[in-house]
């Protein structure tokens, strides 16, 4: 089977080649032609494309034989990835992959976040694509926060530093996925796609706490932490002043929609929790034990 890949070379593009190359699937990386993002090392099962992610024509070309589309870009940079979709149902692919790869995007209240609203939007046309095609058929990925990489950049919490943010008071119940699981679900999708048909999976390595994962620290170093303590609604109302500054060309985009992804993980109302909806069964996730999870955030810590 041959899988293109769009966002290769990105935090979880990476690990996503490495399984699908690792699996033995044929792999065309889309790479933007007017960029400058490092191409993936060389391999026998791998060639990259260079691609204007605007021209449909073009991106035709480069996905003819395609039957599986997967897109890790990031939508803030290229603001639509419907010339992608386009293009891989008028070549015949069977499976689309959106960027989405966090919140729960089917809760009303993520629904509305500026962050989630373009995810939304393309489910919404990928829908509209299979009616009118239906062998052209999409699946979406809700994983939480990226469990390894957010402690790496102390978002989630800083071991390094000994500091965190602690949303809503740190003990907040939220789903989080490690890079190689996501990867693992996209070969579960691949592999089980009557299971996991237009619809949104939902996936997870743990559910756990602000606080539980600073316990988890405490324990190896015994050193005192500092922290702040934010409410997500107090988040949400910064998020949007910056995001009027963004609109008149003085204000942090990304660190507006950084805020928006920290109140869709962190207030239960926005369901953060992925527990009662997984599909971790279906694809091939086995989620962490209390031990492991340990081990893994003592690993960040430097004494």
């Known amino acids: 089977m041959k ?18 190359l690792d699996a033995g699937f044929l792999v065309v990386v889309l790479s933007r032609a007017a960029g400058n993002s490092p191409s993936p090392a060389s391999h026998t ?7 204007d992610f605007d021209s449909v024509p073009d991106l035709k070309q480069a996905l003819e034989g395609v039957e599986v589309v997967v897109s890790c870009l990031a939508t803030i940079a290229i603001g639509s990835q419907n010339p992608l979709i386009d293009a891989a149902e008028a070549v015949g692919v069977k499976r689309f992959i959106p960027a989405e790869f ?6 009303p209240l993520c629904a509305e976040l500026p962050v989630c609203k373009p995810k939304v939007s393309t489910q919404a046309y990928l829908f509209e694509k299979y009616k009118s095609d239906t062998k052209f058929t999409w699946t979406s990925v809700a994983n939480g ?30 789903s989080v996925t490690l890079l190689a699981d996501i990867a693992k679900a996209v070969l579960g999708i691949i592999n089980n796609q009557e299971k996991t048909i237009n619809r949104v999976v939902y996936i ?36 949007l002043a910056e995001l009027d500054r ?3 060309g003085t204000g942090d985009l990304a660190a507006a929609m950084v805020g928006f992804s920290a109140v869709g993980m962190w207030d239960p109302k926005y369901g953060c929790d992925f527990s ?4 971790n069964e279906v694809l091939g996730i086995r989620e962490l034990s ?7 955030v003592q690993s960040f810590v430097v004494e």
């Open 3 to 20: 899988v293109a890949l769009a966002g290769a070379t990105g935090n979880l593009g990476r690990p996503i080649l490495q399984a699908l």
């Open 45 to 51: 099962n791998l060639v990259v494309k260079k691609v």
């Open 102 to 107: 966090g919140m729960d995007s089917l809760n």
């Open 145 to 174: 926060l990226f469990l390894d990489w957010g402690m790496e950049v102390g978002f989630i919490i800083d071991p390094r530093s000994h500091t965190a943010t602690l949303y809503n008071g740190g003990d907040v119940p939220f």
């Open 204 to 239: 997870q390595s743990t559910v756990t706490t602000q606080n539980k994962l600073i316990q988890y620290a405490k324990e190896k170093d015994g050193k005192e932490w500092t922290t702040t303590t934010k409410s997500t609604a107090q988040v949400l109302e910064e998020s």
């Open 246 to 248: 963004a609109a008149q």
């Open 276 to 279: 009662d909806r997984l599909d």
């Open 290 to 296: 209390e031990s492991d999870l340990k081990k893994l």
